[in-house]
């Protein structure tokens, strides 16, 4: 059974970094493309970013364009989200998710989502 485990989430002063991470189990990361959602209070999910199942190429939302970093561990079947320069509109839960493909930020045929950790940026 396909699953995902995010963690690293918590409160953090604007401008801070926090990186989360997001272990796979039942399945190899490398077989999907997998990336990184957001959903804010009020708000629909959005993407944040994704790698391809190659890992040679990623995309990013223009939101977090050089202040977020996606990276995926092989060895530790776990991917990353490395988040500098934190802002209090990056306060959301943060989901990831492997799927079949993606266009963007968009990832189609989800074949599972993680639990999302919360993400609070404040002072």
């Known amino acids: 059974q396909l699953h995902l485990v995010e963690s690293g989430g918590g409160l953090v002063q604007p401008g801070g970094s926090l990186r989360l991470a997001c272990a796979a189990s039942?399945?190899?990361?490398?077989?999907?493309?997998i990336g990184w959602f957001r959903q804010a209070p009020g708000k629909e999910r959005e993407g944040v970013s994704i790698?391809?199942?190659?890992?040679?190429?990623?995309t990013y939302a223009d939101s977090v364009k050089g202040r977020f970093t996606i990276s995926r561990d092989k060895a530790k079947n776990t991917l990353y989200l490395q988040m500098n320069s934190l802002k209090p509109e990056d306060t959301a839960v943060y989901y990831c998710?492997?799927?079949?493909?993606?266009?963007?930020?968009?990832?189609?045929?989800?074949?599972?989502w993680g639990q999302g950790t919360l993400v609070t940026v404040s002072s």
């Open positions: 998710a492997a799927g079949l493909r993606y266009s963007g930020t968009v990832l189609l045929g989800v074949q599972v």
């Open positions: 039942g399945f190899t990361l490398g077989y999907y493309a």
């Open positions: 790698i391809s199942s190659s890992g040679d190429s990623a």
